[in-house]
């Protein structure tokens, strides 16, 4: 056991940075990523053997994971949330480095389904079968999502003007 749990220890360390990296461009903040990533890995350490034996793959299935818990958390989530009053005072937080990259603010202003979609395909190179299968949509779902999500890429990005 103690083997498996410095194997564990290993491969997080090897790919945390990545993971979290991923993690942002899914939920479009560093702070909704390190929750996401925490929750995942807390899952996954319980059963890390049979993960690394029956997956090949555990980055990949990890990934999956990552991708499968923020669509069900959006699910869970996407009702309006009613409070009684209005918070007092503001909270500052630091500044989120990718904060102004046109790419990184038009990604965070795509709609859940669809940023998981782009995440997906051009983040982790997923096809769309495998898309459809890891989000429990159908692939013409993947396709009409993946093409609003571009077209809105892209006018978002380019700002309306004609892309030579």
Do not use: C
């Not at 290993?10 to 925490?38: C, I, K, M």
Request: net charge positive; no cysteine; proline share 5%.
């Amino acid at each position: 056991m103690a083997g498996e749990l410095t194997d564990f220890e290993e491969f997080v360390r090897a790919n945390l940075p990545g993971l979290l990296r991923y993690g942002h461009a899914l939920t479009g903040n560093p702070h909704d990523a390190a929750d996401l990533v925490q929750t995942v890995l807390e899952k996954i350490g319980s059963r890390w053997t049979h993960v690394q034996r029956k997956t090949g793959d555990p980055l990949a299935y990890i990934r999956r994971s990552m991708a499968n818990a923020h669509i069900s958390r959006w699910r869970r989530t996407r009702r309006e949330n009613l409070v009684a009053d209005v918070p007092d005072g503001r909270v500052v937080s630091p500044a989120d480095p990718f904060e102004h990259e046109p790419l990184w603010q038009a990604l965070r202003e795509l709609p859940p389904r669809q940023r998981a979609v782009i995440v997906l395909r051009y983040y982790d190179g997923l096809s769309e079968l495998e898309i459809a299968q890891a989000l429990g949509i159908s692939q013409g779902t993947v396709k009409s999502q993946a093409s609003k999500a571009i077209t809105s890429l892209r006018g978002k990005i380019t700002g309306g003007r004609e892309v030579g």
